[in-house]
């Protein structure tokens, strides 16, 4: 199959049915999607598909084909996006591992929403597990992002 990633044409050697998690991490060496709980639960392997936040554990690969697929290490060469931006200000992370889900559901939801109100960003951000309870750095940043313009 052939999967556009980050702008770029992969063409992939893989099942249909195989996560599309797996063919980001295992097959094309992607690893800033992170597996959290393998069911959609977690949000840890959230990455755009067409610009929506999707759990990538649990989308066929073969579902994406055809689609802009962006991860975390496509939403900035340097960091400069905005989420990416206010994360850094307001130091958001703690342990890290949940961040590349979370980073990616707030820049698809300022970029859909540039002015989130808590009900917009809890809506957006709902079943994004973060182990270290950072979620009121994080609802800050969403916001913080918003106001550097979203993108």
């Known amino acids: 199959m052939r999967l556009t990633i980050n702008g770029t044409a992969h063409d992939v050697d893989a099942a249909p049915d195989m996560p599309l998690l797996w063919v980001l991490r295992d097959l094309l060496g992607m690893t800033g999607t992170k597996y959290g709980c393998g069911m959609a639960l977690c949000g840890a392997c959230t990455v755009h598909i067409d610009g929506e936040a999707k759990r990538s554990c649990t989308t066929k690969a073969s579902s994406a084909e055809g689609k802009q697929i962006t991860t975390i290490e496509g939403l900035s060469d340097d960091g400069s996006h905005p989420v990416q931006q206010a994360w850094a200000e307001l130091d958001v992370v703690q342990c890290g591992y949940c961040q590349?889900?979370?980073?990616?559901a707030a820049a698809a939801l300022v970029a859909s929403d540039p002015t989130p109100d808590d009900a917009a960003?809890?809506?957006a951000m709902n079943g994004?597990?973060?182990?270290?309870?950072t979620y009121e750095r994080i609802r800050a940043a969403v916001k913080r992002a918003a106001e550097l313009g979203g993108r």
């Open 128 to 133: 994004l597990i973060c182990r270290c309870g």
């Open 121 to 123: 960003i809890d809506q």
């Open 100 to 104: 590349s889900g979370q980073i990616m």
